[in-house]
């Protein structure tokens, strides 16, 4: 009988997924929010825009766009796109297996979508993650962007967020940043990178040879920094925006030079006139759909992930992962990650010669997660660049006073009682944005003894007094309602699906295609 995968995520971990589970013969259901596959990482263009040179401000085009094209043409392959994930719903423990997929078909501000439930024997969760930001005085300024929505507007519509901007915050990412906006017409005045020198050597000089297995992401280095060198935008360490300033947007933003834990060292503050500054402090990884099917996450010093095992699946029966929710590691890494799980997922043979040299990548791309982690860590000074009156939670305009008054009142330090005291969190995002900010307020305040994992709202081992009769632990990333849908289309009988692709018109291939093992 033939498998029907479904993947949820189009970017290169759930392409990848969706290649490598058509390769082992399986039926497969591609699922992703945008019009096009691709993810943040090969943001297209819209077809309309006919552009004439698609490839820009892409690595890797050429291999994404043959995986593209032969995924979406495969008659196996079913292509959702503007499909939204909205719930997981999990069987009956009386018959063990995946959830069933409730989906919404139709652009997302869009009324009268049509709803969907998918019944895979397989899932694939290939979702992502989004930008972590640290909050800052002026950060909800019109004019700050997060790195990843300045990147979005230049590679998907071409449209850049200012004429002169300064890109902040830690990690590699903020050099395709930079480069996408040079790209796209704007002027960088700088790049700052929060880390120190130290740390960063500390980070990347360990073990220098594990490295060789990065070479493309070496190159990749040298072409950014060759571009900024041909445009002189002058790359800092050790310094970081720690204000941004405006009448009504950003005209000017204060940067500082920081110590290794990130404060502020005083004297070091100056001033640089820009009308946009794009910030990013790291990635969280979007955890809404793997704690709804009932996946075991791992707590690392980077944050948490998806626990699996070493062929990508979770602690949830037929449900796999890959990508940025099983750790941070770039595009690389999730392709591989992806390719494993597909396959597998697919009931495809786990011992092939493709498979272990698949293995052998995935903990390579492991390592570097790691070590990205070390290079880069969030150090735990930053709260210094805050003020009473600075903003936390910018969906509530909840300051950060309130949420320090919250933490350290006993009748309103838990989870939930913090929540609603201070509305941090119940605003559109949903905590997407300030909830990893807030958690780690509040553990800092609360001070040392407090089980990290007791602010964010998870149970420590062996203690049941954190959780209320009836309901599951709380936390920053768990929501019933994955994304939003309209009482309407709730209210609505889904159609019990649907996808029902050729099964006969192509053979199973026993082996994955090159591009999977890339």
């Known amino acids: 009988m033939t498998r ?24 497969v259901t591609l699922v992703d929010e945008a019009e096009q596959p691709g993810g943040q990482y090969h943001r297209m263009l819209p077809e309309a825009y006919a552009a004439a040179r698609p490839e820009r401000l892409h690595h890797g085009w050429r291999a994404f766009d043959a995986r593209r094209r032969r995924v979406l043409a495969h008659p196996r392959c079913v292509w959702w796109s503007e499909t939204a994930v909205w719930a997981l719903e999990r069987p009956d423990p009386a018959e063990p ?46 004019g700050v962007f997060t790195a990843g929505a300045a990147q979005a507007l230049a590679k998907g519509e071409r449209v850049v967020v200012g004429d002169q901007v300064v890109v902040a915050g830690s990690g590699p990412f903020l050099l395709p940043v930079a480069a996408s906006l040079i790209e796209a017409g704007s002027r960088v005045r700088e790049v700052l990178e929060a880390s120190t020198p130290a740390t960063l050597a500390r ?53 500082a030079r920081l110590r290794a834990d990130w404060s502020v060292v005083q004297g070091s503050e100056r001033t640089v006139a820009v009308d946009a500054v794009c910030v990013s402090h790291g990635f969280s990884p979007q955890l809404e759909l793997p704690l709804a099917a009932g996946c075991a996450l791992r707590a690392t010093p980077a944050g948490e992930f998806v626990e699996v095992d070493g062929d ?30 597909g396959w597998l997922a697919a009931g495809g043979d786990r011992n092939t010669v493709a498979v272990r040299r698949l293995r052998s990548s995935r903990d390579q791309g492991r390592a570097f997660a790691a070590r990205l982690a070390r290079a880069h860590p969030i150090g735990a000074g930053w709260s210094g660049w805050l003020r009473p009156e600075t903003v936390v939670c910018r969906c509530e305009e909840t300051d950060y006073a309130t949420v320090c008054r919250a933490a350290t009142d006993e009748s309103t330090s838990a989870p939930r009682a913090a929540k609603l005291a201070t509305r941090a969190g119940l605003g559109p995002c949903q905590a997407r944005m300030c ?84």
């Not at 997302?108 to 909050?135: F, I, Q």
């Not at 360990?206 to 900024?228: D, F, I, M, T, V």
């Not at 890959?322 to 590691?329: K, L, N, R, S």
């Not at 602010?455 to 309901?471: F, N, Q, R, V, W």
């Open 4 to 27: 029907h995968v479904v993947v949820v995520g189009a970017g290169p971990a759930g392409l990848a997924a969706a290649d490598a589970a058509l390769g082992a013969g399986a039926r």
């Open 97 to 142: 297996g995946p959830p069933r997929v409730h989906v919404l078909r139709g652009p997302s501000d869009g009324g009268g979508r049509d709803r969907h439930v998918l019944h895979p024997d397989a899932l694939v969760l290939a979702v992502g993650a989004h930008d972590r930001v640290l909050p800052f005085p002026g950060w909800e300024l019109p």
């Open 203 to 255: 980070g990347w000089g360990r073990r220098p040879w594990e490295l060789a297995a990065q070479a493309g992401k070496a190159a990749e280095l040298a072409e950014y920094s060759a571009l900024l060198a041909r445009h002189r935008v002058p790359y800092r360490t050790g310094r970081t925006v720690i204000e941004a300033r405006g009448d009504g947007c950003v005209e000017e933003v204060v940067t």
């Open 312 to 341: 990508q699946r979770t602690t949830c029966p037929d449900v796999y992962a890959a990508g940025e929710i099983t750790g941070i590691a770039g595009a690389p890494a999730a392709r591989v990650e992806g390719a494993l799980a």
């Open 435 to 518: 909830g990893p900010t807030v958690a780690e307020i509040g553990a800092r305040l609360r001070g040392p003894g407090v089980d990290s994992r007791d602010i964010a709202g998870l149970p420590a081992p062996g203690d049941d007094d954190h959780t209320i009769a009836g309901l599951p632990p709380a936390s920053e990333h768990r929501r019933p309602i994955a994304r939003p849908i309209r009482l309407g289309d709730l209210a609505a009988t889904p159609e019990t699906t649907a996808t029902t692709p050729e099964t006969t018109a192509t053979s199973p291939s026993n082996s994955l295609t090159e591009e999977s093992s890339s």
